[in-house]
């Protein structure tokens, strides 16, 4: 089985040395999927400028991490689901939306949790969304881009979730006790 390092700015691929040097400067250090993904510079620089894109959403910081953990969740990664309960907790979504996406449960408020529901649709589904269901969507009151910006954050997961599956990264001291199991979950 091929194993994969997690590089550091001075000994990752030349490409990925002022990425991997962006996101120290950014998160104060390179988290171990970063480091991992810079094996390939193409990979590294999708994810990062799939995330700064996806941050200028007209989504809410929690609607964006809704979209991204229940993907996590989904996809059964681990790793990002600690690094996104972190996120979480840094850009201040509320404490029982956070423990819903953990736990794969209905969010308490309704629009959220039709958010929840059609990201849950779109992975599941691979993309074939009803009629309905996209109408389900914006009847809750988001609009015909939303539908489209759960399609990119599906997207950017694809990126992070199947990586993590094929590489192993292991989990940074600073997720640590945002650890995250299959088993932890509802569904």
Known sequence: MATYLQYTIENAPE????????????????????????????????????????????LTPTEREIILMTNNRLNGCTYCMAAHTAASKMTGVDPGVLEALRAGTPIAD?????????????????????????????????????????????????????????VHPPLDKAFEPMAWTAEMAAE
Not at 22 to 48: C, D, H, R, W
Not at 120 to 128: K, L
């Open 110 to 166: 309704p629009k959220l949790e039709a958010l929840r529901k059609f990201a849950v649709i779109i992975n599941q589904s691979r993309g074939w969304a009803s009629e309905e269901q996209v109408d389900e969507l914006i009847a809750a009151g988001y609009t015909k881009q939303t539908v489209l910006e759960v399609i990119a954050g599906t997207a950017l997961k694809v990126l992070s979730n199947y990586t993590t599956h094929i």
């Open 15 to 58: 490409a990925s040395k002022p990425i991997l040097q962006g996101i120290q400067k950014k998160l104060g250090f390179v988290p171990n999927l970063m480091a991992t993904m810079a094996e390939a510079p193409v990979l590294v620089e999708s994810y990062m400028t799939m995330m700064g894109i996806f941050d200028k959403t007209d």
